[in-house]
C-alpha cells in the first residue's frame, strides 16, 4: 500500500501497488480461484456497536477491512450493529464515523445499521420456529446459566424446549408485540445442549427489551442477540469475507448454523474468518473499561490525550498516517500477542521529523543576562523551520540581552563530557551567539536564579566565523518576547502490568500520568492553530490542543518525547 500526500500534506489510504500476502489474502485467493463467489467479488465491512469511542484496535480492524477490499477492487461497508439499545447512542455513531474518516477509510454510500434488517430479522426468527429450530424459554437467565452445563460436563434441555411450533409462534409474536414484560421470556435455537462448544448449546436469539431505539424506525420490543444478528446483516448486504478478531473463532459454528438454515442464504453464504486482535503495553484497550475511565472523571473524556481512543490519539497529536503506518507494519497474525508501545510511538516520530516545525520552547527557566550586549537593542535572527526540509523555509525570532534557556542545561559542578552552560564554559546559541558562562546568581535559598554571560559578537550563526569551535548548542527564546503556553506532558496511563486484570486495573492508573506546565515559547509558536504540530527543539513533538486552547493562551500536548527505545527490523 502506498500513502500519497495532497496539497496540505495530508495523506490518506490509495489504492494498493501491490498486494501483501497473509492467511487472509490467501484464503481470499482460494476462494477466488474455486470461483466461490460470482465474477470473484470481494465484500468486506467493519462492524462497530455504537456503545462507545473507537481505539487503536478498531483501527487495526477497520483498516485491515478496508485495505482487503481495495487490494482485489472490491466494495466495503460501514455497518453499525445497533441491536443493543440499552447501551448505544447517536453521539457514538457520530464519533465512529468521524474517527473513520479521519483515518482515511471512505464508505461512500454503503453505510447500514444493523436496526434497518429488525423486520427481517424478526421474519427469519419466524423461520427458524416453524422449522422446529427455535423455541421460547420461560427460563431465567441464572436458570439458563445452571442448565447450560460446563467445559466438562453437558448441558440439560429447558422444560420448555418441547413446546409447539404453534405456541412457540403465539409467544413470540407476544413478544414482538410488547405483550409480555421486559426479561420474562427469550427465543432460543434449538441445536445441542450436548454440544462441546458452549456457544452451540441452544443460545438466545432474541430477548424483551421495552427500551426506544436511538435509530429504529418504529417501537421495537424484541432485540436480536450479536451472534444470531451478525450473520444475517453480513449475508443480506452480500459481505463475502467476515473478518473479525480470534475471541468470535469459537462463534463461528453458530454463525454456520445460522446461514445454513435459513432459505435465503445457501447461495453464496459469507465467510468468517478470524484474526487476532490488537494489544499494546501499557496501554488499556477495551470499550467497557475506557468506558469505566469516562464515566468514573479518572480521564478527561473519551478524547483525553492519554487513551489509546482515536480521538484521544488524534488530539493528542497523533497523524493518520502514523497510525496506517503502524498497523500496516504489525501485520495480521492467528495468534494473540502484546506489541511494544514504543512501536507506535516509533511511527509517529518517523510521520513527524520531516513535517513538523521545529521551534523553540522553554520548559523549566534559567535566565541569562548578556551583560556585553547593549541594552535596548533586538535583532531578529533566522532559523529553518526544520533543517531536514529546506523547502519548509525560515523564519526569524527576537534576541536581546536577556534571555531564558533550560535549568537542565547548566550545571554548576557538571562531570566529565559535559558541553553545555557551566562557570568559564562557551556554548553556542541555536542561530545566534556564542556565550560565555562567567558569573552564578543564587537566591537566599542557594538556588541557581541567573547566570550572567558575555558574548562573542563575531560568531552569529551564519557570519562564516570559524576560528574556534564549541561543542555544546543550546536553545533559548529571548525574555521580552516571550509568550507563556501550557504544556501537557503525559507518562503512560498504567504504571504497572504485572498481575493486572479486568477487576483490578483501575488500582493500576499511574497517578503521575499527566503534568502541567507553564512554558516560554519564542514568538513563532503563537501562529499555531488546533491540531497543528511541531517539534518543540530537544523537548519533543507536540500539537495545539483543541479543547482547551484560545488565542490568549495555547494549549499544547505532547506527542511523544524524541528518543525511541523501539527499532524497525532491517
Known amino acids: 500500500m502506498i500513502l500519497l500526500a495532497d496539497m496540505k500534506n495530508r495523506r490518506i489510504l490509495m489504492e494498493p501497488t501491490e498486494k501483501k500476502t497473509n492467511f487472509i489474502t490467501n484464503a481470499i485467493d482460494h476462494d477466488i480461484d474455486n470461483k466461490v463467489y460470482t465474477n470473484d467479488r470481494v465484500h468486506t465491512r467493519f462492524p462497530p456497536e455504537p456503545n462507545g469511542y473507537l481505539h487503536i484496535g478498531h483501527a487495526k480492524a477497520s483498516l485491515l477491512n478496508y485495505r482487503i477490499s481495495q487490494e482485489y477492487q472490491g466494495k466495503f461497508n460501514l455497518r453499525f450493529d ?25 464508505w461512500d454510500d454503503r453505510l447500514f445499521f444493523a436496526s434497518s434488517y429488525f423486520d427481517k430479522m424478526a421474519d427469519y426468527a419466524v423461520e427458524l420456529i416453524k422449522k422446529g429450530l427455535a423455541f421460547v424459554d420461560d427460563l431465567t437467565s441464572e436458570e439458563m446459566r445452571e442448565y447450560r452445563g460446563n467445559l466438562t460436563e453437558p448441558g440439560k434441555e429447558s422444560p420448555c424446549r418441547s413446546r409447539s411450533v404453534e405456541e412457540n409462534l403465539e409467544l413470540f409474536e407476544q413478544m414482538k408485540c410488547g405483550k409480555l414484560p ?7 435455537a434449538k441445536i445441542d445442549m450436548a454440544s462441546p462448544n458452549m456457544n452451540m448449546r441452544d443460545p438466545a436469539i432474541y430477548r424483551i427489551l421495552h427500551i426506544k431505539h436511538h435509530t429504529a424506525d418504529k417501537d421495537w420490543f424484541i432485540f436480536p442477540m450479536y451472534d444470531y444478528a451478525h450473520p444475517i446483516e453480513d449475508a443480506i448486504e452480500g459481505i463475502t ?3 473479525c478478531t480470534l475471541e468470535f473463532e469459537d462463534h463461528r459454528p453458530f454463525y454456520e448454523w445460522v446461514l445454513s438454515n435459513l432459505d435465503d442464504f445457501q447461495n453464496e453464504p459469507p465467510r468468517q474468518i478470524e484474526f487476532a486482535k490488537l494489544n499494546l503495553t501499557k496501554t488499556i484497550i477495551g470499550k467497557r473499561y475506557l468506558k469505566q475511565l469516562v464515566d468514573e472523571k479518572i ?35 492467528k495468534t494473540n500477542s502484546t506489541v511494544d508501545i514504543a512501536m507506535l510511538e516509533h511511527f509517529i516520530r518517523d510521520d513527524l521529523k520531516l513535517k513538523a516545525p521545529r521551534l523553540m520552547t522553554i520548559m523549566d527557566p534559567l535566565k541569562v543576562t548578556i551583560t556585553n ?27 536581546s540581552r536577556e534571555i531564558f534557556v533550560e535549568k537542565a542545561d547548566f550545571m554548576e559542578a557538571p562531570p566529565k563530557k559535559y558541553y553545555r552552560l557551566f562557570p568559564g564554559n562557551e556554548v553556542r546559541l541555536r542561530g545566534a551567539y556564542f556565550i560565555t558562562c562567567n558569573e552564578v546568581v543564587k537566591d537566599e535559598d542557594g538556588n541557581v536564579i541567573e547566570l550572567k554571560c558575555t558574548y562573542d559578537p563575531a560568531t552569529r550563526s551564519g557570519s562564516g566565523f570559524s576560528e574556534r569551535k564549541v561543542k555544546g548548542t543550546i536553545h533559548w527564546v529571548d525574555i521580552n518576547h516571550a509568550k507563556e503556553i501550557e504544556v501537557h506532558l503525559y507518562d503512560y496511563l498504567i504504571d504497572d502490568e504485572a498481575g493486572i486484570n479486568k477487576d483490578n486495573f483501575i488500582e493500576h492508573i499511574n497517578p503521575n500520568s499527566l503534568e502541567i506546565v507553564n512554558a516560554y515559547a519564542e514568538p513563532e509558536v503563537m501562529k499555531a492553530t488546533p491540531y497543528e504540530k511541531f517539534q518543540f527543539i530537544r523537548n519533543g513533538f507536540f500539537s495545539v490542543d483543541p479543547k482547551y486552547s484560545t488565542p490568549a493562551k495555547l494549549v499544547f500536548n505532547e506527542i511523544v518525547s524524541l528518543k525511541s527505545s523501539w527499532k524497525p527490523s532491517k
Open 82 to 106: 445497533d441491536t443493543n439499545p440499552s447501551k448505544e447512542d447517536m453521539e457514538y455513531v457520530d464519533s465512529i464515523k468521524e474517527d473513520l474518516a479521519w483515518l482515511g477509510i471512505k
Open 373 to 399: 550586549y547593549p541594552e535596548d537593542q533586538v535583532e531578529w535572527v533566522e532559523l529553518p523551520l526544520n533543517q531536514e526540509d529546506p523547502d519548509m523555509g525560515n523564519y526569524t525570532t527576537p534576541f
Open 241 to 243: 469475507h467476515s473478518l
Open 182 to 188: 421486559e426479561g420474562s421470556r427469550v427465543l432460543r
Open 299 to 333: 480521564v478527561d473524556g473519551w478524547d483525553d490525550p492519554r487513551l489509546a481512543t482515536i480521538s484521544g490519539l488524534r488530539r493528542r497529536g497523533y497523524t493518520p498516517e502514523s497510525i496506517q503506518a503502524f498497523c500496516e507494519a504489525i501485520g495480521v497474525a
